[in-house]
């Protein structure tokens, strides 16, 4: 399937887009924007297929002069599931706000991949991305930036990290910088780690049992990413999907 949006100056769009089904199968989008002056756009993104699922998204974004693109993505993975984001800044002041999320079990995958391509001044990108995975899932991000020569003022941040609930689990980052421009701000990290000892033992003294201490620090650890979105409905429905993967453990 493929969409073509233009969003017109000064306009504002909300977009819901969800990936279901439990049967095999294989899904293919390819999403086209054109975000003009002053334009704002905000994409809340859920897939939730089955595990013997195959699917590849990818979201190509044009943004000009102060406009705005924020995204929030929520996947469970399957038997290969990518999920790519292209954007190019060809305006001076616009901004993107870039956060991305993964719950895997079994031995679900799940890919997160993106290309931001700064090409005019004073723009501004910040990318979050977490994963959690158990059993053998598997949790991949691949992230970069890069900022033309012409792209000066350039401020762009990409923090990726991964929480890992058993030994097969896997965790593959892979964020990446390629700047021309001799006036920017940018920087990028990565992460990937077990749930922290001391504060599961902090929670466990306050009477909590293991399980509802586990998963306090879990919604925890994935609050940055969904408290972003900013339409309440949307909001609530990626943390109860939180929270129904956290019972299903």
Request: charged share 25%; proline share 1%.
């Amino acid at each position: 399937a493929k969409t073509r949006m233009r969003v017109g100056r000064g306009s504002t769009v909300d977009i819901i887009e969800v990936y279901e089904g439990e049967g095999p199968g294989f899904y293919s989008h390819l999403n086209h924007m054109a975000l003009r002056d002053g334009a704002k756009v905000q994409r809340s993104m859920f897939q939730e297929t089955g595990p013997s699922n195959i699917i590849h998204t990818i979201c190509a974004v044009k943004a000009d002069g102060a406009s705005r693109f924020t995204q929030t993505s929520l996947s469970t993975g399957s038997r290969l599931s990518r999920h790519e984001t292209h954007l190019h800044y060809m305006g001076r002041d616009a901004s993107a706000d870039i956060r991305s999320a993964a719950l895997l079990s079994g031995k679900r995958h799940s890919d997160f991949t993106s290309h931001v391509l700064h090409m005019a001044e004073v723009c501004t990108t910040r990318q979050l991305h977490k994963g959690v995975a158990r059993d053998q899932g598997r949790a991949v991000f691949q992230g970069k930036f890069k900022v033309e020569r012409c792209a000066q003022k350039t401020n762009a941040k990409m923090t990726a990290n991964a929480l890992l609930l058993s030994d097969m689990a896997e965790a593959n980052h892979k964020p990446e910088l390629e700047i021309y421009a001799d006036d920017v701000e940018c920087a990028h990290g990565s992460t990937a780690g077990a749930l922290d000892a001391d504060a599961l033992f902090y929670l466990r003294q306050r009477g909590l049992d293991e399980a509802t201490a586990r998963g306090l620090l879990i919604e925890a650890f994935l609050g940055e990413v969904i408290d972003g979105i900013d339409i309440d409905n949307v909001r609530e429905i990626f943390s109860a999907r939180v929270k129904s993967w956290l019972e299903a453990a």
